[in-house]
């Protein structure tokens, strides 16, 4: 207790108002706000004090001064029925928080919260995260330096250095994403050198394949994006990921690795190394297809297209003012709109890896079979309404039948389908209500007349498609594999016509419904593999040779040509109209396009070339911010907790920074090392607190229990895709090829977990399972859970049985268990250890021990 109030009186010493802004709003922000800001859940805001003091239904949130008294305090500590928040319960320190807050009278200072009439202040500009770098001063313990300083104040000691097999096997994973060999422990045992191994593991193209991998999180990349129930593939997906592993492995400068992503196609890198594939940032989606009106489908992807670029790139949440002025950063809608227009002003391009000839020859041969494809489709529709008429025309016939339970010379499919129909309970098909004592021959002029009208209502729906059509010319959106939409209107989405009465439709329905997955054709339709027989001679003459020349065209097809997913400008860009409350529909004042205010001149430079793109591009890396943002997710990756605790929220809401100093010399050493992130990696990872011991300390917990101030290392669980490959890796299995399509990650596939196919139409289930980021979203990190089914899944799991077989049959020396041991954790087993094993396989039971060793926390962890 006395720590905790001494600990409250140092960070409150600087004034409440920054104590609040740097530890309540933060936390106030992560935890709770989701449900109780704008939400109003259960009818409680804890976005102001007034908010707090007021509560919910259930009464104040808190007393000021009294936190005995506050049902805030109670839900938290989780005493009684209220628990908050549901999910996952806040640490003792986030409580004890809390706790002062209340007891030193709620302290909550407006002026931090809202705009006043969207106006930029001196205030706003001289945000810690928008000020300009200082002049880094290098030197061997820089970091050190910093960090040090941090921990003295705080009167921790730091952990000392880790035993040497703990430091090689936590270089080998952050920066490759494998395990190290038996020889590679062997070496650094016999000559421990970080900065060498350091320099060899950066050279190694695994570096790329691991760090890669830590941006595309970011970049939300996948291979395909769902269209209603069905699917959208990205067939050359896999090039952007090659193209973001090659940049990294080459050092690319980030500032030109920035650029690259948004405007590819109109820079040219020094060293001849193309660019464009770079623009699958953009050109992967998510794209919306026919997810829902043009007008919404394309606010929703510049909205998307927003977010991920202020939030991956500038740390800023700048999509929150799509619907108004953001309430807590300097960031309007006009600035919302201004960035949305640049992407307004881009479309979906695809850039061919193929003679331009070679292009036009696939093309236009492709042309060709389309058409042929929707000649045979036209007649094989005609010919199943025509099958259809003539079949309800003979309807009186099968219902006949049926009543009599005599098919006679009637086909038995049909007479099937009829049998099924007519005997659905009357609640599914009202119409049929006492069809058994009527005249079968007024069912059927019951089914003709429905047909009719049937026929009618789409001849109306026709007409009117066809009068409310756009006009030539008219601007339309092209994504990819062929789709192509009107941007104002959706041919047919809105038009209006007589519909059939609820019954007569259901009938219609259900005697002409097309076969699914779950259900057969109804009584009326003819698949078309069933057609031929309905035909006349001459039909089924015609019929079989439109298919005969599709398939002759099919057979002459040219291989299809490898292209690139990307976006260009549009032909003639421009800005768009600030939607009201987010409206694409309720549209209020054009926004030019240009950066954001806060971060530009009291007159920002509108954008009149072209998107746009590439202005934004160089505005992004002239940015302190932009810097900041980089080296706070390098050091992230390596240290396990950013500098910066929100990753991608440098604005109000966002943590702010627990070593300021030491998070402006990164960035600045990230500038002046010509924005090498290799460079800034070595020389992190070549610090006393990278290279730290992961154990305990009580009194350092006492004080700083979540480690932010770093005086020891973060044991860490392995992700979901160095979990995967370890595995492959130990049982001697995994197939080191760089690069190259995609494969599905089934139990056969050996390659780097980096080259299966990512779906956001339906992700992995190993993946999911192991924490895998949604591939719809950015994503500033990767949320770890401990759960049941992952230990199942190493208990059941079909690849992980195989990985251990494999393994198994590696251990074939005079000392398997001492083998086994080196293969999987790279040392010798204690004395327990080598006991234990020897009498567990004394019976031969190698494939369960290995099993056993692979499903360990030693194998699961890094510490």
């Known amino acids: 207790m006395v720590l905790s109030v001494a600990l409250f009186l140092l960070q409150a010493a600087a004034g409440p108002a920054q104590w609040f802004e740097e530890t309540i709003r933060p936390l106030l922000a992560a935890r709770c706000l989701g449900c109780h800001g704008d939400a109003r859940v259960s009818g409680l805001r804890l976005d102001s004090r007034e908010g707090v003091l007021k509560g919910g239904r259930r009464g104040p949130a808190a007393v000021a001064g009294d936190g005995a008294a506050s049902l805030l305090v109670r839900a938290v500590r989780r005493d009684g029925e209220l628990k908050m928040p549901p999910n996952e319960p806040l640490s003792p320190q986030e409580i004890a928080v809390l706790e002062k807050w209340i007891a030193v009278g709620l302290p909550y200072p407006e002026a931090a919260v809202k705009r006043v009439g969207g106006k930029i202040t001196e205030a706003d500009r001289n945000w810690w995260a928008f000020r300009p770098l200082p002049k880094p001063v290098a030197s061997a313990g820089a970091i050190d330096g910093f960090v040090g300083a941090r921990l003295a104040r705080e009167g921790i000691q730091p952990l000392g250095p880790a035993p040497r097999a703990v430091l090689v096997r936590r270089l080998f994973y952050d920066l ?76 690319l400068p980030y500032d030109v690795f920035v650029k690259a992503q948004l405007a590819g196609d109109q820079i040219t890198d020094r060293e001849g190394f193309d660019l464009r594939p770079a623009l699958g940032l953009l050109g992967l989606g998510p794209w919306q297809y026919s997810n829902s009106p043009p007008p919404q489908a394309r606010a929703d992807e510049r909205h998307e297209r927003v977010d991920m670029v202020s939030r991956g790139f500038l740390g800023l949440t700048v999509a929150c003012a799509r619907c108004h002025d953001h309430k807590f950063d300097p960031i309007g809608m006009a600035d919302y709109y201004a960035l949305a227009g640049v992407f307004a002003s881009t479309e979906y391009r695809e850039y061919p890896l193929a003679p331009a000839a070679e292009v036009e020859r696939y093309e236009s041969h492709q042309q060709l079979i389309r058409d042929k494809e929707k000649q045979i489709a036209a007649f094989v529709a005609a010919r199943q309404g025509e099958a259809a008429a003539a079949l309800a025309a003979q309807s009186a016939r099968y219902i006949e ?49 429905v047909l009719a009208e049937r026929n009618e209502i789409e001849e109306a729906r026709k007409l009117a498609v066809e009068r409310t ?94 292209y690139l997913h990307g976006v260009a400008d549009k032909a003639q860009p421009s800005n768009i109209r600030i939607a009201l409350r987010g409206d694409p529909y309720q549209l209020g004042a054009v926004a030019p396009r240009r950066f954001l205010e806060v971060l530009g001149s009291a007159e920002p430079e509108l954008w009149t070339a072209g998107s746009g793109r590439l202005q934004l591009a160089e505005a992004i890396v002239k940015q302190p911010l932009t810097a900041r943002v980089a080296a706070n997710r390098v050091w992230m990756n390596l240290m396990g907790r950013g500098i910066v605790g929100s990753p991608s929220n440098f604005g109000r809401l966002g943590e702010r920074p627990t070593h300021p100093e030491l998070l402006d010399y990164l960035a600045a050493r990230l500038v002046e090392q010509r924005w090498s992130i290799k460079s800034l990696i070595r020389e992190i990872v070549l610090s006393a607190a990278y290279q730290r011991a992961s154990g305990r300390s009580v009194r350092a917990e006492a004080v700083d229990a979540p480690n932010k101030l770093y005086w020891r290392a973060n044991r860490r669980r392995l992700d ?115 006991r234990l094993g020897e009498e567990f396989t004394r019976t031969g039971q190698w494939t369960q021990y290995a099993h056993t060793l692979l499903s360990s926390n030693e194998f699961l962890f890094v510490d």
């Open 469 to 562: 059509k756009p006009k030539a010319g008219a601007a339309k959106t092209r994504l990819p594999n062929g789709f192509e939409t009107y941007d104002e209107f959706c041919p047919g989405c809105d038009v209006v016509v007589r519909a059939q009465p609820r019954d007569r439709s259901v009938l219609w329905q259900e005697l002409h419904r097309e076969p699914s997955k779950d259900r057969g054709p109804g009584v009326l339709f003819i698949p078309e593999k069933e057609l031929d027989e309905f035909l006349t001679a001459e039909s089924r003459d015609k019929l079989a040779a439109l298919r005969r020349e599709l398939a002759e065209l099919k057979s002459r097809s040219p291989r299809p040509y490898p």
């Open 176 to 251: 490759t994403g494998l395990p190290p060999a038996a020889e590679d422990f062997e070496r650094f045992d016999r000559r421990p050198d970080v900065a060498a191994e350091t320099d060899r593991l950066l050279a190694s193209p695994r570096f790329g394949e691991r760090w890669g991998r830590h941006w595309l999180d970011i970049a939300r990349y996948a291979e395909d994006d769902w269209r209603g129930l069905g699917q959208e593939k990205y067939a050359n997906a896999w090039r952007y990921r090659d193209w973001v592993v090659d940049a990294l492995n080459r050092d």
């Open 720 to 834: 979901a895709e160095a979990l995967r490959d370890s595995l492959l890796h130990a049982a001697g299995a995994l197939d080191g090829r760089v690069g190259g399509e995609s494969e599905e990650l089934g139990a056969e596939f050996r390659r780097r977990t980096l080259y299966g196919k990512v779906s956001r139409f339906k992700l992995n289930e190993a993946l999911a399972l192991f924490d895998f980021p949604n591939p719809s979203a950015t994503s500033e990190r990767r949320v770890v859970t401990h759960v049941p089914l992952q230990r199942l899944y190493f208990l059941n799991n079909e690849f992980v049985a195989r990985q251990a077989a494999a393994l198994a049959a590696r251990l074939t020396g005079p000392d398997p268990v001492g083998q086994a041991y080196r293969l999987i954790f790279g040392r010798p087993p204690s004395p327990e250890e080598r």
């Open 401 to 449: 039948a049926v009543r009599r339970g005599e098919r006679g010379d009637l086909p038995e499919t049909l007479y099937s389908r009829w049998k099924s129909y007519l005997e659905l309970p009357q609640r599914d098909q009202p119409l049929l209500d006492g069809w058994r004592q009527e005249d079968p021959a007024e069912l059927q002029a019951l089914i003709l007349s």
